[in-house]
């Protein structure tokens, strides 16, 4: 069974850093796409990062460029996201997700379409 677990949300104030952490249980961890959705209240679940965890190769959501940056510990199986310069737009619910279709590149894709294993969500709500 798949298990993606998150951690790290919490309540900043603009200007702030967070790390977030997705540990994966049950699911294929090296050489597949990985990603970090968020989705704000009355919003649509958006992308924010995405990285292939073979090769390393990372994109953003133009939002988050130079304030975001994803990686992944193939050891350990886990999936972050060190957020600094945290903007109250970034309050959201934010969620690790697994591709659906194993072993391919992320080649930039960022659609919740393309996404199968989710975990539960960790909130990061930014103060202005």
């Known amino acids: 069974q798949v298990q993606l677990v998150e951690s790290g949300g919490g309540s900043v104030q603009a200007g702030g850093s967070l790390r977030l952490s997705c540990a994966a249980f049950g699911y294929t961890f090296p050489r597949n796409c990985m990603g970090w959705f968020r989705q704000a209240p009355g919003k649509e679940r958006e992308g924010v990062a995405t990285?292939?965890?073979?090769?390393?190769?990372?994109y953003y959501a133009d939002s988050v460029k130079g304030r975001f940056t994803i990686s992944r510990d193939n050891v350990k199986d886990t999936l972050y996201l060190q957020m600094n310069s945290l903007k109250p737009e970034d309050t959201a619910m934010y969620y690790c997700?697994?591709?659906?279709?194993?072993?391919?590149?992320?080649?930039?894709?960022?659609?919740?379409?393309?996404?199968?294993?989710w975990g539960q969500g960790t909130q990061v709500t930014v103060s202005s």
């Open positions: 990285i292939y965890t073979g090769g390393g190769t990372t």
């Open positions: 997700a697994g591709d659906r279709v194993l072993g391919r590149l992320c080649g930039g894709r960022l659609s919740r379409a393309d996404f199968g294993a």
